[in-house]
Nanobody, 127 residues
Framework: QVQLVESGGGLVQAGGSLRLSCAAS????????MGWFRQAPGAEREFVAA????????NYADSVKGRFTISRDNAKNTGSLQMSSLKPEDAAIYYC????????????????????WGQGTQVTVSS
């Protein structure tokens, strides 16, 4: 298991940018793929982006493709989600997650592929 702590959430105007961070501790972070998910009030948790153990492979939800960038720094045991051109519909609690070692693109969007989750960070986008 990996312990994960998100940070960087806050209030931003539509069209603005925000960078979320995920700090990992415990088992070696680099052993696992990492993902970002989000959950808006009254909605189910949805996939945002994922990155492979090495950082060479990424996958994005269509709704954020071209606006969000996922990255990781295994030497620092951290992951990030750079969000640009934010829209009111991006407002949600954002969670980082770690899990799985195999990179199978379709599976990276499934929450049950991840065994470790952070507590979440709130992102609010004003119109």
């Amino acid at each position: 298991q990996v312990q994960l702590v998100e940070s960087g959430g806050g209030l931003v105007q539509a069209g603005g940018s925000l960078r979320l961070s995920c700090a990992a501790s415990g088992r070696t972070f680099s052993m696992y793929n990492m993902g970002w998910f989000r959950q808006a009030p009254g909605a189910e948790r949805e996939f945002v982006a994922a990155i492979s153990r090495s950082g060479l492979n990424t996958n994005y939800a269509d709704s954020v493709k071209g606006r969000f960038t996922i990255s990781r720094d295994n030497a620092k045991n951290t992951g990030s989600l750079q969000m640009s051109s934010l829209k009111p519909e991006d407002a949600a609690i954002y969670y980082c997650a770690a899990g799985s070692r195999a990179w199978i693109v379709a599976r990276t969007a499934l929450s049950n592929e991840y065994h470790s989750w952070g507590q979440g960070t709130q992102v609010t986008v004003s119109s």
